[in-house]
């Protein structure tokens, strides 16, 4: 009732909306919506942020850096909720993985010779993965993540609106 | 002497055309600064060269016309310029993009500022040139002018002022290595312009991302752009949360299936959820680990089920208009404030920070 337009099937809004409305029928389904105690709605909260971002990074699969970032991340996190041990391993692995990387990167990172390190290293916690980027990458990756975001916003704000 | 060195270089183009061409040249000087580095036998006379820096506006759209060279007169014998320009392709040049300062990084061979001393070392720049063009095989290759004749450049001003308003690198036809022009002053070793090349691609992006984050256009400056990108994608990422936190707290026992709703349906399957009137009044929230403007949507949501809703929607549509009005009073206030100069735009919840604004 809202959106007339047919949406192409294999762009991001739709590959996204396919499966975070999966995730929501799987969230509802594991527990009832009885409990609407601040805790419960907290914790579906916690859960359907979770599958949001989740969605977003599988439907942009592994094409940009920030969703392996955050690929890595829900999947080394719910590796360390299964086994506590494995948790270390993996954060090891992270943390060798990120410094690979970044010794890399580290010739172009620190000092970009533009004068703005403060503002990028800002950013760089904001984009997930972006630590490991320089410049020019981080850029290129929070343009995307700024078009994935947007999308994301354009398809929850109707549900407030009604 | 001057004539029979040039005949000797471009045999096709008479030295009488050059005159007529001048005006015809101007006519091009509205599209880029850069005309006058394709001439360098209308420096012959230096005191002419200062014509072509101040350019007639009007002559924007005529450039835009071709991406080619068109710089050169259409009379000109096109063996000239192409012995002088083939390595540059303006692939990317168009009127546009002059209006925009970039750095300047000109793939071009020919010295744009000569005196009338300098026509020898002129020509033979121009062999050198067409002689590197086949022979040189680096990937950035700095210009042999920038490096051994230095001092030849000529009208310093206006050549600044010129290459100031020129537009970017272009691709050279052979794909072997990228020419770049070094400006007066600047250094031409392979470092500074590979620096150069950087802060060029990083400009470029800053562009885009310009036109994707709204309201970025009245603040100049990087630090001042990539603020107002760190902005930009907070509010982002808190919408997002702020949403999903709408979700969770509308979720109800009405269930969909998947597979055969259309995504269209997906904001009516949500508004039919019940579920806001059945929130209850949440004794205490220091159960929540909530950042402060999480603490006050739910604050607010619960405020506004003390008075009844009207409807499920209406509710938690007249309590997220309420919200942002509470987040303005957060310490996030001062973040906040750059969105007022948003435009409006269809996104939902950008209206419901507007309406908390007003």
Redesign the interface.
Same mark, same amino acid.
């Given at each position: 009732?809202?959106?007339?337009?047919?949406?192409n099937p294999t762009s991001l809004?739709?590959r996204f909306?396919?499966r975070f409305?999966?995730a929501?029928?799987k969230?509802?389904a594991q527990k009832?919506?009885?409990s609407?105690?601040?805790?419960e709605?907290?914790r579906?909260?916690r859960?359907?942020?979770v599958a949001?971002d989740k969605s977003m990074a599988y439907s942009v699969r592994s094409r940009r850096i920030w969703s392996r970032a955050m690929l890595w991340k829900l999947r080394s996190r719910s590796y360390r909720r299964q086994d506590p041990c494995s948790g270390r391993r993996s954060g090891k692995t992270n943390q060798a993985i990120m410094k690979k990387s970044s010794n890399e990167n580290t010739t172009?990172r620190r000092e970009?010779?533009?004068?703005?390190v403060e +503002?990028?290293d +800002?950013?760089r916690q904001?984009?997930p993965g972006g630590e490991t980027m320089n410049?020019?990458n981080l850029?290129?990756e929070?343009?995307h993540?700024?078009?994935c975001?947007?999308t994301?916003?354009?398809?929850?704000?109707?549900?407030?609106?009604? | 002497m001057d004539v029979t060195v040039l005949d000797r270089q471009q045999a096709t183009y008479p030295l009488e055309l050059f005159a007529s061409s001048v005006p015809l040249f101007q006519s091009y000087l509205g599209s880029g600064p850069i005309v006058e580095l394709k001439r360098p036998e209308a420096y012959l006379g230096g005191d002419g060269f200062h014509e072509f820096v101040y350019f007639p506006v009007g002559g924007g759209p005529e450039f835009g016309d071709s991406e080619k060279l068109n710089l050169v007169p259409p009379d000109a014998a096109p063996g000239y310029c192409i012995s002088r320009t083939s390595s540059c392709q303006m692939t990317a040049f168009h009127a546009a993009s002059m209006k925009e300062e970039r750095e300047d990084m000109i793939l071009e061979k020919m010295e744009s500022t000569t005196g009338s001393g300098s026509r020898e070392s002129f020509t033979k720049r121009k062999a050198e040139v067409v002689a590197d063009h086949k022979s040189k095989d680096k990937r950035i290759k700095s210009e042999v002018e920038g490096e051994s004749e230095v001092k030849t450049k000529c009208s310093t001003q206006v050549s600044r002022n010129s290459s100031k308003e020129n537009s970017k690198a272009c691709e050279v036809q052979k794909p072997d290595y990228i020419h770049v022009r070094a400006r007066r002053g600047q250094a031409t070793d392979s470092h500074s312009l590979a620096e150069r090349a950087r802060r060029e691609k990083i400009s470029k992006k800053m562009k885009c991302l310009q036109d994707l984050v709204p309201g970025c256009n009245k603040v100049t400056g990087k630090a001042g752009m990539l603020d107002e990108i760190i902005n930009y994608v907070q509010s982002l990422q808190r919408q997002v949360e702020f949403l999903s936190m709408k979700i969770a707290a509308l979720n109800s026992s009405v269930e969909f299936n998947v597979e055969n709703l259309p995504i269209k349906e997906f904001p009516a399957y949500v508004a039919n959820f019940p579920a806001a009137a059945k929130l209850p009044a949440m004794p205490n929230l220091t159960c929540f680990q909530l950042n402060p403007m999480q603490k006050e949507a739910v604050n607010c949501m619960l405020n506004e089920t003390i008075h009844p809703p009207l409807t499920a929607t209406e509710g938690i549509a007249s309590a997220s208009v309420s919200i942002p009005e509470q987040a303005l009073s957060s310490s996030t206030i001062t973040q906040l404030q750059p969105f007022s100069t948003w435009n409006m735009d269809p996104q939902g919840l950008y209206n419901v920070y507007d309406m908390g604004f007003h």
């Open positions: 009732m809202n959106n007339p337009h047919h949406l809004k739709s909306t396919t409305l999966r929501l029928t969230i509802r009832p919506i009885s609407s105690s601040p805790t709605i907290f579906r909260y859960r359907i942020k949001a172009t970009d010779g533009v004068g703005f +503002e990028a +800002e950013l904001l984009v410049l020019c850029l290129d929070t343009a993540y700024i078009k975001l947007t994301q916003v354009q398809l929850f704000s109707p549900i407030g609106k009604g | -």
